[in-house]
């Protein structure tokens, strides 16, 4: 890191200065960035259809609270508004 650096004014390498605190926190965040992406692979088939399935089931259980919260609260909110 300090190679990269060594061209750069000495005001934007010190944490100290708000322009180097900006400008090192874009670098690391730059850095880890780079890191994480180089780590990360692609799902293979099996891992996939895993993950699939939990969101399908996830899809699934949040329709069907969905849909029991509004089946029951239409009758409430017809008691309460006293519809014609």
Known sequence: MATKLSGMPAFL???NNPAGYCVQGAIEFGMDSR???QR???PDAKEFKKIAV???IG???MGFIGYTVKLVF???NNIIV???
């Open 74 to 76: 239409i009758p409430i």
């Open 35 to 37: 890191r994480l992406i």
């Open 13 to 15: 390498t010190d944490k």
């Open 54 to 56: 939990a969101c399908a």
């Open 82 to 84: 006293g519809g014609s």
């Open 40 to 42: 990360c692979t692609k």
């Open 59 to 61: 899809f699934s259980i």
